[in-house]
């Protein structure tokens, strides 16, 4: 036997070369991530020397005068994600519930299920062109019948934008957490007599609710960041939003709008100090996801 | 062994899944307040056959079933499935408590997922009175408000027994309710079993001839989806008719 008698001292060695490889690529991923951070927190640190922390308050942005404030793109950002997740979140809930609790085989889950792992995996310029020519013009209609200034983009075509977006990021993440309860529970509750939708509100619902939330909490990491459609949509505005319908900038928008032509060092450094916000917000927020489904599903 | 009122009668019951005929023109009855073991190798049809009782085979898709089975005389194959569960109660193989409610409410969950609204005494009173049936009330009375999930598989076992019987069932089917239990844990359902059948008609399909033999008062043999041979326990143990039950019997097969 030519494979019993291969020296074990070989495989041994194959074996450890591999762990190593491994561990290589593991510690490739953190290096990346403190290199960005530590990049970026460089890169700022004449705008945070310069500024201080009223660059987090100061409510004007104004290049030419070289007045640095993020609180109008933290607020950009801010209203644009919360609204979309409020827009998105009935939806996503109910789509994973289907998918998960009505819909459980056959050619029609498949297909669903394909078009919204399709969905999440359409370019954003994509979502952004749509967004510019069919729901900008919709938008801007109604803007006029309801007598408000009617720019068409803005915080609000940006937020159901955004909304579509995270939908099928949502319900993917919400479905799969719904997949995670047992099928004795289920079971156990239509034993007592319950209807599919007391299952659902009894037993399913409490027991997935804290990976849902964590859910929720990621898609939102992933509003935040959103760059190219809102970009597009948005209306590039650096004054404080006075409505929903008002043009904003979110801290992504900002950073992609002005990149480009920020020749003064003061002026880059600050870009990149809100690209650190960002860093930061959209780490916590899926951090903070991540936790909460380790943490708080029960468990069995 | 006299006869007494049967509450459930199978008369020409078929299950089919998709083209496979699952359980082959069963007919049985089973009686009042006894204990009655469904017995047979792996893959007989036993467990289908008892989901059939309280309708939860619906959940298999490409499912068909015909015949009747008549509780107290109405075909529950007929009637809204979520009826036939209440009056149809059942306990899993796997001790199966919800994680997300205390000791106390798991009893009461039956009610809660009906949405039946109950008062403080009544609910006490339900408590109590499953939890003292299904004798784990003198283990858990001291901390009715834990989760159930902290009990031993035992008792989490009973609790799942004193959430069915707070239904107030009139049939109680029991899939294999001790295969995942220890022996001392097993001896205890056992014994519950036998107190049990005063107050409830028990069904129950298990593996063990020894338990079958130990607890049931009638004994229903399967083999590839037919009833082989159903008579009293003691019966089909000292001489069975069929060669093919003597030969599972003294473990030839299955």
Known sequence: MSNGSRPILFVELKERLFKKLLLVSGLLAIGLLLGIFFTLLMESMLSIRETGVSFLYQSIWDPVRETFGAWPFLLGTMITSVLALIISVPFSFALSLFLGEYLKEGAFRSVFNGMLDLLAGIPSIIYGFWGLFVLVPMVRDFENSIGVLAHGVGIFSSSIVLALMIIPYSASISREVISLVPQDLKEAALSLGATPWEVIQKVILPYAKSGMFAGVLMSFGRAISETMAVTMLIGNSNKIPTSLFSPANTLASVIANEFAEASEALYLSSLVELALILFFVTAIFSLLGRYIIKKWMPVQ | ?254
Not at chain 2, 99 to 123: Q, R
Not at chain 2, 138 to 150: C, P, S, W
Request: some cysteine; proline content about 4%; charged content about 25%.
């Open chain 2, 1 to 254: 062994m006299t006869v007494n009122t049967s509450v459930l009668d199978v008369q020409g019951f078929n299950l089919h899944i998709n083209e496979h005929h699952i359980l082959k023109d069963i007919n049985l009855s089973f009686y009042r307040k006894k204990v009655t073991a469904i017995m047979g190798p792996s893959g007989c049809g036993k467990s289908t056959l008892v989901r059939s009782m309280n309708r939860l085979n619906d959940l298999i898709s490409g499912v068909r079933m015909d015949g009747g089975m008549y509780l107290y005389k109405k075909n529950l194959l007929e009637m809204n499935p979520i009826l036939v569960r209440r009056k149809v109660g059942m306990v899993f193989q796997r001790p199966n408590p919800f994680p997300t409610m205390s000791i106390y409410d798991n009893v009461l969950s039956g009610y809660y997922l009906n949405g039946i609204k109950l008062t403080k005494a009544e609910k006490e009173e339900i408590v109590v009175d499953s939890l003292e049936k299904a004798a784990l009330w003198d283990e858990v009375k001291n901390g009715l408000h834990r989760k159930g999930t902290f009990l031993s598989g035992g008792q989490q076992q009973r609790l799942c027994i004193a959430r069915a019987l707070a239904m107030k069932p009139k049939i109680l089917l029991l899939d294999e309710p001790t295969s995942a239990l220890d022996p001392k844990a097993t001896t205890r359902i056992e014994e519950l079993i036998i107190e049990l059948k005063s107050k409830v008609t028990i069904i129950m399909v298990t593996h063990n001839i020894g338990q079958a033999s130990r607890i049931s008062d009638m004994t229903a043999f399967l083999y590839l989806g037919e009833l082989i041979e159903y008579d009293c326990t003691d019966t089909i143990f000292t001489t069975p008719k069929h060669t093919r039950t003597e030969e599972y019997l003294t473990r030839k097969f299955g």
